[in-house]
């Protein structure tokens, strides 16, 4: 029997990448999102590869919706043995401008829908076995302007995340938790996503497709991994936030508003997701397919890292041995 794996944010992005990816090389799909229309098209296209698509419409920000849909998947597909969060809503705006009801909204999206995923995830594996993996970002490590209720939340749910491994491990349970930290990624978000700014908004390149996510994603669920980076991008904005995060503060202060919106005029009427799903035949890309990266250098060379590694140690043992030789010349 083919395992079976719960994808919540399936209906679009990467959500929808990753049931693809998760349905090519034979798992049962439960896609969990808003919008049913959506959804339903998603689970045909996926039933092509012969496996079995249950379409449930689920506002993960209500835990019991949540927590029916995953007892469905069970009567319907049988035991989850992956659980993968990728479900998320934002806001480009001003912390001045935004509403505490978008702040709670975007928020219970975004961080509480991850930690719903985990619970009754959680709930039924703890007897067994399976993997829960959680979506991050880089921007989780290094908040950037006009985006804090997602980079809020993204770090809340890296918080929330390493505190259920610690427990994980205390209860000696077989459930492996992995997080992946995403960078910039061509996804209908940027044409959905509540703006207030008046010009339309992009991502920070460099962008990928969502199919690298996805791979990403996978990998993540089929190796005992803590944790993965994605894109040299990701790395290097964890990495300069340790080093020098005041210097990171101004820089972006100049560039960071720019950098998030084109020289387009956001329409009027432009739609929001932020609490209703936006109807339209949305899927996994964005409209930056021109200017997005279809492979990362750096996933590959994490995904072979023991080689790397290997090949590293032995290039400086050659070093070594050559310098000893010429010293006894």
């Not at 007892?71 to 705006?93: H, K, Q």
């Not at 991050?136 to 908040?143: C, D, F, I, N, Q």
């Not at 010009?199 to 990928?208: E, G, L, Q």
């Not at 084109?262 to 936006?278: G, K, M």
Request: hydrophobic share 45%; with cysteine; charged share 25%.
């Amino acid at each position: 029997m083919a395992k079976v794996v719960v994808i919540t944010g399936a209906g679009a992005g990467v959500g929808r990448a990753t049931a693809e990816k998760f349905a090519q090389e034979g798992y049962d799909v439960a896609l969990l999102s808003r919008d049913p229309d959506r959804l339903d098209r998603a689970a045909d296209e996926l039933r092509r590869y012969g496996i079995r698509a249950l379409p449930i419409p689920t506002d993960v920000a209500d835990a019991a919706a949540v927590e029916a849909a995953a007892e469905r998947i069970e009567r319907e597909l049988g035991p989850i043995d992956i659980w993968v969060n990728v479900a998320m809503a934002t806001a480009f705006s001003p912390v001045s401008e935004l509403t505490p009801e978008e702040v709670e909204r975007g928020t219970r999206v975004t961080y509480l829908g991850q930690v719903h995923g985990m619970m009754s995830a959680l709930k039924r594996m703890r007897d067994r076995s399976g993997t829960i993996v959680n979506i991050g970002s880089a921007l989780a490590y290094r908040s950037v302007p006009l985006q804090s209720v997602y980079c809020g939340a993204k770090a809340a749910i890296r918080g929330f995340t390493d505190s259920l491994r610690s427990e994980i491990i205390h209860d000696g349970i077989d459930v492996h938790l992995t997080m992946v930290d995403l960078p910039a990624v061509n996804t209908p978000q940027f044409d959905w996503a509540l703006n207030k700014m008046g010009r339309k908004a992009r991502p920070v390149a460099p962008i990928y497709e969502p199919e690298v996510p996805a791979r990403a994603i996978f990998f993540a669920a089929t190796h005992k991994r803590r944790d993965v980076w994605l894109g040299f991008s990701t790395v290097k904005a964890i990495l300069a936030n340790r080093v020098a995060p005041g210097l990171i503060d101004r820089y972006l202060a100049k560039a960071g508003y720019s950098g998030q919106l084109t020289d387009q005029r956001a329409p009027a009427d432009a739609p929001s997701n932020l609490f209703e799903p936006v109807k339209g035949d949305y899927a996994a890309h964005g409209r930056f397919d021109n200017s997005s990266r279809r492979h990362s250098l750096q996933f590959f060379t994490d995904r072979h890292r023991a080689a790397f590694l290997t090949a590293a140690i032995a290039g400086v043992a050659l070093l070594a041995h050559r310098a000893a030789k010429r010293l006894h010349v």
